[in-house]
């Protein structure tokens, strides 16, 4: 058998089999429906990737928000401010409202020996001059360059917190600030 | 509607390259049928024109669809034909004029073809290009060509099924994406495994 007989013999098969005319309704009918926009939507699984980065946006955005809840520089919030410091370093307190822990020199005896009352957590927000504290609830911690100095001498602080740190700040039962312990950990 | 459609459609095409779907491939064939095919098809890209459509598709569907039936059964050959056409129909800036219409759409079956086969997993995609199908069992000499053509290993079916439609080796070679050498010898084998088959009564 040659070539031109397998050829004569698959024309004459392929006359045998014709596509279903049912086919050719169907392609033409398609072509007859007017423009429609569901044809040029995504597919189910392009909605589908786009539902997820939609969820994932919403969850950083969340998450985001939650981060940044203890608000360091908030004038919308009323913030009480608590300051911790040496007796020789009092700040000027005529423009608002302070609470002040001042420390004494048996304090600073006593660093090593101080035993944990309470604590709350705080993110560091500022590190410059004094150094300032936010809590959870928002309210302001300031504690003066020289009790931080003496609290890493003591290594109770850590010598290399950074502003957005999160922190446990330990206090004595005179509500003195004995202690700051870095936390990897989002606290508030 | 025709500029406005095309418009939307350039979406549409980079959605279905980005998924790995069909794209046109680089096909040798073209022919001065080719080229009125190619104009028919720009005629119904630009205007809708059904009539463009019908007449294309009825120089081309039977060719494809009895294609799709070697390498299948009737109900997966009329689906695949209805499919590859609907998609011409949804998309039709997925073919750029190149003279090779009838190839792009033998590419697009094929592809679709392989998709169901996988899908399914009813028949075997083989690459086997030596043996029968069922050398193991006893061949059935037949008098009718198309079983015996269906007998074939699918890549040898496959290669001499496109070789009738006038396909070059090298449109083959890119309609089934392997090397021309290859399509030679599928071809070779298919010959010689038909010759065995096929016993035409006199």
Redesign the interface.
Known sequence: ?N?N???Q??????Q?????G???R???N???QP?SWQ??L??K??MALCGALCCLVVIYAMNTFTQQSPVAHSDALEVAVAYHGYEDELPDTSQYQQQLTVYNKAYKDKLATLTAFHSKHAMLAKHEGNWLFTDCNNQKITVSPQLMQDLMLHKRADAELMAGNFVELVFDDQGRLIQITQSRKHLC | ?GI??LG??T??KN?LTA?GQETAPTLAQSSPAASSWDSLLQRYQTT?D?RA??AL??EH??????YL?VMSDPNTA?DV??KV??KL??SPHLYKAQGQFQAWLFTVGHRMLIDEIRRDKRWTYDDDVESLPDEHQELRHCDD??QA?KQLPFAQREA??LQ?EDFSLQDIATICNVPVETVKTRLRYA?DN??KL?K?SA
């Open positions: 058998m070539d007989e397998f050829k013999a698959y024309e004459q098969s392929k045998q089999y014709p596509a279903p049912r086919i050719k169907q392609v033409i398609q072509a007859k423009f044809n040029y995504p597919g699984e392009w | 509607m406005a459609r939307f459609l979406s549409i959605r998924a809708g059904n459509l019908e598709y009825d569907a039977n060719r494809l669809y009895y039936l009329a034909t209805q056409w609907l129909v949804e060509f198309h053509l001499f099924s009738q010959r038909l010759r096929w035409p």
